[in-house]
């Protein structure tokens, strides 16, 4: 079995798979009589056809070390994922190679950040970290097969 360690999610490194969904360092700029601060367009909803939707998605946790056997993509649309509560997550994820996962690579993901995965991205099922955890979900909704699933040898991952 392959054993990866998860590091820090940085915008660089996930630049690859999507975009996260975090405050800028500076704000775009002030709106309502400049009481809110607006970073804007932090990412972008690829959804072809379809319409985007957005949903709530509430998920089992996993605990470190896991076991990543399932990875998943979309095809025909971005998804996002922001989470609601105070808690870290896991985001994984591998490129394509051929139509196929390749190796996948996984990330911590700090409470309060969310990521936007680009349409076709091999990534793996919501993971959030120790405890149960609802996420804001933005994807598309139409016509079209726009969820393929792998069942891949076991990745174990770490700390």
């Known amino acids: 079995m392959t054993t990866i360690t998860a590091k820090p999610i940085t915008a660089e490194a996930f630049a690859p798979y999507g975009e996260l969904l975090t405050a800028r360092p500076a704000p775009d ?60 997550w896991l985001s994984v994820v591998a490129p394509d190679e051929g139509g ?8 911590i993901v700090p409470a309060g950040m969310g990521v936007n995965l680009r349409a076709g991205v091999w990534h793996g ?24 699933e792998v069942v891949i040898a076991p990745v174990t991952i770490t700390a």
């Open 29 to 88: 700029r002030f709106i309502n009589a400049g009481r809110c601060e607006r970073h804007h367009a932090l990412a972008t909803v690829e959804r072809g056809e379809g319409e985007a939707i957005i949903s709530i998605f509430r998920s089992e946790p996993v605990s470190l070390p896991y076991d990543c056997a399932l990875l998943e993509r979309h095809p025909l649309g971005s998804q996002a994922f922001m989470p609601l509560g105070p808690d870290a």
């Open 125 to 148: 099922v919501l993971t959030p970290l120790d405890r149960a955890a609802d996420f804001l979900v933005v994807d598309r909704e139409g016509n079209g097969v726009n969820l393929e």
């Open 100 to 107: 196929k996962p390749g190796a996948p690579l996984a990330f």
